[in-house]
């Protein structure tokens, strides 16, 4: 699967704990567990859940193959199945939870199945989401994510009216003269005044990286 960069902006941009564990919901090929390994603590573990079987075994080998092996979980199951599980990991009270959930709820179904799963939101509803992380999160815990600016809203409106908060909230827009393309937000559970981070633009007029994305992203760039 490749790595897009919504991924990487949210993997770059989400608040991380300095004690406690992690959870990536919807991990894909796992890049977003990985960028939570290397921001954390040696001490810190990040279970990943995946619903594909393929994308699950690229999770697995990718984590297996980076220097945070020990630390990271891939686990294969419908996140909306897993507060229930045997497993019992919904005691653990997440400190982080970072979710690039898919979000077409109207467009066509796509023939790919991965493609599918990947894009749209018949299997990861929103409602479904925010109450499966209500329960996994942590009293104090923070629930990121990363949506199309019109999906962002509607998820936001659904999340105000379950006792979530939001507690950061930054716009971004892919080039100066596209419209806002994407939401990063961050939720939890207790009252705290919202932090309103300024615009964030990928790409300058001439179509290289802008000054913020680099800054954002220079710690998982080897060349950049």
């Not at 799963?117 to 942590?138: E, I, K, V």
């Not at 923070?142 to 809203?153: C, G, K, N, V």
């Amino acid at each position: 699967m490749k790595v897009g960069t919504d991924a990487l902006l949210l993997g770059a941009w989400s608040s991380v704990p300095t004690t406690g564990d992690c959870l990536d919901i919807g991990c894909g090929s796992g890049v977003l567990s990985l960028m939570l390994a290397q921001r954390t603590g040696p001490s810190q573990l990040v279970d990943a859940v995946e619903l594909d079987t393929a994308a699950a075994a690229e999770a697995r080998q990718n984590a297996a193959a980076s220097p945070w092996s020990n630390r990271i979980r891939v686990i294969e199951r419908d996140i909306l199945t897993y507060p229930g599980s045997a497993d019992h990991l919904a005691a653990r009270g997440y400190q982080q939870i970072l979710s690039n959930p898919p979000y077409f709820t109207a467009a066509l179904t796509n023939p790919d199945r991965q493609k599918q799963l990947a894009r749209h939101n018949d299997q990861l509803p929103f409602a479904g989401l925010l109450q499966t992380a209500a329960t996994l999160l942590a009293a104090q815990g923070r629930f990121s994510l990363i949506l199309p600016t019109e999906e962002a809203d509607r998820l936001l409106a659904l999340a105000l009216r379950t006792d979530w908060y939001l507690l950061r909230v930054q716009q971004v827009r892919s080039q100066p003269d596209k419209a806002l393309s994407r939401t990063l937000l961050e939720l939890g559970r207790q009252p705290m005044a919202t932090e309103h981070l300024p615009e964030l633009l990928i790409r300058d007029q001439q179509g290289q990286y802008s000054p913020a994305y680099r800054q954002l992203l220079a710690d998982f760039y080897l060349n950049f």
